[in-house]
């Protein structure tokens, strides 16, 4: 069984930074690509962006140069570090987990785990 927890919402005003986190328990992290997504209201899931099980990064155009996805293997803790936020980043953020050696899918579908979701609110 794999856990995801996600923190690091809140409410920030344009412009500002925010960094979430999400902690993976219960299985071995290497093999696995993580995924972040966002869902705003009356919106399907969006892909933002992932991480390779090798640490390669993939950004989707809408946050590519603001957000960053890093990792810690020994935690077990991927992390996305967002700035320059604008109103329109604010959405649900969750993050998942699939068990593959390739790329992070995009297709909200295909991934096996996910974290609970996060609010991120920004604020014009």
């Known amino acids: 069984q794999v856990q995801l927890v996600e923190s690091g919402g809140g409410l920030v005003q344009a412009g500002d930074s925010l960094s979430l986190s999400c902690a993976a328990s219960?299985?071995?992290?290497?093999?696995?690509?993580m995924g972040w997504f966002r869902q705003a209201p009356g919106k399907e899931r969006e892909f933002i962006g992932g991480?390779?099980?090798?640490?390669?990064?993939y950004y989707a155009d809408s946050v590519k140069g603001r957000f960053t996805i890093s990792t810690d293997n020994a935690k077990n803790t991927v992390y996305l570090q967002m700035n320059s936020l604008k109103p329109e980043d604010t959405a649900v953020y969750y993050c998942?987990?699939?068990?593959?050696?390739?790329?992070?899918?995009?297709?909200?579908?295909?991934?096996?785990?996910w974290g609970q979701g996060t609010q991120v609110t920004v604020s014009s």
């Open positions: 991480s390779t099980w090798s640490g390669k990064k």
């Open positions: 219960g299985r071995t992290f290497s093999s696995s690509a």
């Open positions: 998942a987990l699939e068990r593959t050696f390739g790329d992070p899918p995009h297709e909200a579908y295909k991934y096996d785990y």
